[in-house]
């Protein structure tokens, strides 16, 4: 059953906690998503990449900080690393965990630098493993990525990453198979947003500089999208 993001549905905006939540803890570590968790956030959004030999895990940066590349390495080199005292989570690990908690997960699949479709496909094989299709989301900068893991499995809610204004949302999100989409603060129009609800794809705003804007008030914003969930609860009171 996929989740209910829309406001019209919950009767809120729902609240993501960016990269488990990095306002209190190492980013995308053990310690951010349990935080995440236990501040009341709705999603947690982490970032996913994959060893050499094909283990998702999380980090956001390709690279350590000594310079070597995460997919150059084997997850038996990795899962000894510590970033700021913290090792690097192993997705199936995560997954369960989340399962267990009644946890959302947002994950963001960093596809830049392995083969095409390689790492999306083990994250499927992930979820399939931990059966935890139904409390995921997938984010995806690389929209023919989204488009050929939605065409492969519908079942399996996705989200586009957004840069800039598009000359069509709805038409192009419905295209390509987009459930939600990530629109960052200054990048979109209201008749935008009316268009992407007329076709029940949900809205998810990141990026907030304004914070005397009053855009919860105005607009239908599904997702609000921040590093703290405190702050975030803060932010829409005040709306």
Known sequence: MALDLLKSVTGRTLIESHRGSVGHAPENSWT???????????????????????????????????????????WNELENIAIDGEPLPKLDDVLVWARETGSNLSLDIK????????????????????????????????????????????????????????FNYAEYLKAIGADCASLSYGMFRPVDIENLHGVGISVVLGDLWNLKTDLFNTLEIDIFTHDDPIEARKILKKQ
């Open 32 to 74: 951010a998503i349990k935080t995440g968790h236990q501040l009341g956030a709705d999603l947690i959004e982490i970032d996913v990449q994959m060893s050499q030999d094909l283990v998702p895990f999380l980090r956001h940066n390709y690279q350590l900080p000594d310079g070597r590349w995460c997919n150059k390495l084997q």
């Open 111 to 166: 596809t830049t630098f392995d083969t095409e479709g390689k790492l999306t496909q083990e994250v499927v094989k992930s979820l399939e493993r931990t059966n935890s299709k139904d409390i995921v989301i997938l984010l995806f900068v690389d929209h023919n990525e989204l488009f050929h893991l939605k065409k492969a499995h519908p079942d399996i809610m996705t989200r586009a990453l957004l840069r800039g204004r598009l």
